[in-house]
């Protein structure tokens, strides 16, 4: 009697852990079918039209080719257009980084994108960014969408480019639904528009890049340091036999005492520059 009983319990919990299984994958089935990926503007927009409401970026992904989403850089001024538009173009390829590329477009004109240079930011450098919707440009007298994205070069110097996009649908025959510049940049630095990063996430950036510059400093000045001649204050370096290696560690030197300015109020290490 205990043996079937025993028999019945057991069959009775696989049944239990079946149903559970079940109902988790049914779930996780429902939970997927209200998800769209989409890899280009084209797949967005449909995204968009069947009502999804959960869309997921799959890498790589840009913006800015031409069309709605040609990114137009913003004009202080309300000179009116010019012949050649400078523009941007935003990339990334894995969602760990961003690239920026600048160039130019003929304006009314879908002709090709012209780029003219490229600067690559890693994400944790991308520090804030920003959206003001429904503005209005005085040179076009339409109506946009202007961002701006704040970042560290490699210099860590503060840098920003600030763009916007036509949103007017008198002239040009539509407006944005959805935003996909801002999804495209919330998954890339996980901030929403005007968050940005803290004092001191900023201020461990910086130390982790003196200390990396430190290192490439040292290394050099190992290689060229002539050990005849002693200087407390600077050494002297074997110009002639490592030419390059001097220009290397000069400018490196200048890179390392722009980012201690940055921290002048902590305590930090020292290196000797090349005695002129």
């Given at each position: 009697m205990f043996l079937i009983s025993k028999k019945s319990l057991l069959n009775k919990l696989k049944i239990i852990i079946f149903i559970g299984l079940i109902?988790?994958?049914?779930?996780?089935i429902k939970a997927n079918e209200n998800?769209?990926?989409?890899?280009?503007?084209?797949?967005y927009d449909k995204c968009l039209k069947k009502g999804?409401?959960?869309?997921?970026?799959?890498w790589p992904f840009f913006i800015g080719d031409s069309g709605k989403f040609r990114l137009l850089k913003f004009r202080e001024d309300s000179s009116g257009w010019s012949k050649d538009e400078m523009a941007y173009q935003l990339r990334s390829d894995d969602g760990n980084e961003l690239t920026i590329v600048t160039g130019?477009?003929?304006?009314?004109?879908?002709l090709p994108f012209k780029k003219k240079y490229?600067?690559?930011?890693p994400e944790n450098k991308i520090l804030s960014w920003s959206v003001l919707k429904n503005t209005f440009d005085k040179a076009s007298?339409?109506?946009?969408?202007?961002?701006q994205i704040n970042f560290l070069d490699q210099n860590?110097?503060?840098?920003?480019?600030?763009?916007?996009?036509y949103d007017d649908k008198d002239y040009f025959g539509f407006r944005h639904e959805g935003d996909l510049i801002s999804e495209f940049l919330t998954s890339i630095t996980g901030?929403?528009?005007?968050?940005?990063?803290?004092n001191d996430f900023i201020n461990n950036l910086i130390l982790n890049e003196i200390k990396i510059t430190q290192k490439r400093l040292d290394i050099i000045r190992s290689i060229i340091k002539d050990d005849k001649i002693l200087s407390r204050k600077c050494f002297e370096a074997k110009g002639n036999k490592f030419p390059e290696l001097v220009k290397d560690y000069n400018n490196l030197y200048r890179k390392f005492i722009n980012l201690q300015a940055k921290l002048d109020s902590l305590s930090l290490p020292d290196t000797q520059p090349i005695c002129n």
């Open positions: 109902s988790f994958f049914v779930g996780e998800i769209c990926n989409y890899s280009t503007v084209r797949e999804f409401s959960k869309r997921v970026i799959s130019k477009v003929r304006f009314m004109i879908e490229s600067t690559k930011i007298n339409l109506n946009t969408w202007t961002y860590l110097n503060d840098k920003n480019i600030r763009f916007y996009i901030m929403k528009p005007g968050y940005g990063r803290s």
